[in-house]
């Protein structure tokens, strides 16, 4: 009886977490997967989005390599990317650092700032965009750093980066908080204090921290779109056009529906790459420290 009885409620606890589970399931099927495969078959036509297409096979997929424009736009891309995701991490790790130390008000200062990542990146973006072009220029006596094809992308830098850092900062403040205290006081015996605490023993045992960090936010500033459409709309002269910026805009009303898809296949491919090459270096630089 006993076991009739558990397997009844087996049976029971399998149908809730079917029921739960299948809904998710056919929603990310309906919402992601059958979209991703949508796209990647339309990358091998010459669809403008509407109306009648005909087969042009890898043809899109050619052409990308002698695109000037969509190599500007990687070029640009990876560029904001890797110096936004850098001075993130910096950043987050120093604001971290501090919020975890024994200071009054830490709790209201954590509160603070977190504040940015509750705030649509759109809003943000049409905030930081009015700062730039009408306060900043009004203090300097200079003109708007948003009209200036060769220092436009700094603006961008600076949006992403505040808005990023608190999502980073709460996980290194998490990794910190995981460090066991025995640790420092092991360390403070053999004169670690100070940056040698820091090098020798905070560092290496957040890595899994940094990690994480070092991906998600690569991975986020790769796909920066927001902020383009609230700020510069990929001017002045084309010289902000994000990738994704530029796949939504030519590939919905440029007429380039299945070539943006192509782009996009790639540029899927490419964000799938990066982020395993940077978890496999990351990961060693773990065992390593």
Same mark, same amino acid.
């Not at 670690?192 to 960090?213: D, K």
């Given at each position: 009886?006993?076991?009739?009885?558990?397997?009844?409620?087996?049976?029971?606890?399998?149908?809730?977490?079917?029921?739960?589970?299948?809904?998710?399931?056919?929603?990310?099927?309906?919402?992601?997967?059958?979209?991703?495969?949508?796209?990647?078959?339309?990358?091998?036509?010459?669809?403008?989005?509407?109306? =009648?297409?005909?087969?042009?096979?890898?043809?899109?997929? &050619?052409?990308?390599?002698? =695109?000037?424009?969509?190599?500007?736009?990687?070029?640009?891309?990876?560029?904001?990317?890797?110096?936004?995701?850098?001075?993130?991490?910096?950043?987050?790790?120093?604001?971290?650092?501090?919020?975890?130390?024994?200071?009054?008000?830490?709790?209201?200062?954590?509160?603070?700032?977190?504040?940015?990542?509750?705030?649509?990146?759109?809003?943000?973006?049409?905030?930081?965009?009015?700062?730039?072009?009408?306060?900043?220029?009004? &203090?300097?006596?200079?003109?708007?750093?948003?009209?200036?094809?060769?220092?436009?992308?700094?603006?961008?830098?600076?949006?992403?980066?505040?808005?990023?850092?608190?999502?980073?900062?709460?996980?290194?403040?998490?990794?910190?908080?995981?460090?066991?205290?025995?640790?420092?006081?092991?360390?403070?015996?053999?004169?670690?204090?100070?940056?040698?605490?820091?090098?020798?023993?905070?560092?290496?045992?957040?890595?899994?921290?940094?990690?994480?960090?070092?991906?998600?936010?690569?991975?986020?500033?790769?796909?920066?779109? =927001?902020?383009?459409?609230?700020?510069?709309?990929?001017?002045?002269?084309?010289?902000?056009?994000? &990738?994704?910026?530029?796949?939504?805009?030519?590939?919905?009303?440029?007429?380039?529906?299945?070539?943006?898809?192509?782009?996009?296949?790639?540029?899927?491919?490419?964000?799938?790459? &990066?982020?395993?090459?940077?978890?496999?270096?990351?990961?060693?630089?773990?065992?390593?420290?």
């Amino acid at each position: 009886m006993a076991s009739l009885a558990k397997s009844k409620v087996g049976a029971g606890r399998d149908k809730t977490f079917y029921a739960i589970l299948i809904p998710i399931l056919i929603l990310f099927v309906a919402f992601n997967t059958f979209p991703l495969i949508t796209g990647f078959l339309y990358s091998f036509t010459d669809s403008k989005g509407y109306g =009648d297409f005909n087969i042009v096979g890898l043809q899109n997929y &050619i052409d990308m390599f002698s =695109d000037v424009r969509i190599g500007n736009s990687y070029l640009f891309t990876f560029k904001v990317a890797v110096v936004a995701t850098i001075l993130t991490n910096v950043i987050s790790l120093m604001l971290a650092l501090g919020l975890n130390s024994k200071i009054k008000f830490k709790s209201a200062f954590r509160a603070l700032y977190f504040v940015p990542q509750i705030l649509g990146a759109l809003v943000v973006g049409y905030v930081f965009s009015y700062f730039f072009t009408y306060i900043v220029p009004a &203090i300097t006596g200079t003109g708007s750093i948003l009209a200036s094809p060769e220092w436009a992308w700094v603006a961008i830098v600076v949006v992403l980066v505040w808005q990023s850092c608190a999502q980073t900062t709460i996980i290194y403040i998490t990794g910190l908080q995981s460090v066991p205290e025995d640790v420092y006081e092991a360390g403070s015996l053999d004169g670690a204090t100070g940056w040698n605490q820091f090098r020798y023993l905070t560092f290496p045992l957040i890595m899994p921290s940094v990690t994480t960090n070092m991906v998600l936010v690569m991975k986020n500033m790769l796909m920066v779109f =927001d902020q383009i459409v609230a700020m510069t709309s990929g001017g002045p002269a084309q010289s902000t056009e994000s &990738i994704s910026y530029l796949i939504y805009n030519n590939g919905l009303s440029g007429g380039q529906f299945g070539y943006q898809c192509a782009n996009a296949v790639i540029f899927f491919i490419l964000i799938a790459v &990066i982020s395993i090459l940077q978890t496999r270096f990351l990961n060693s630089r773990e065992e390593q420290l």
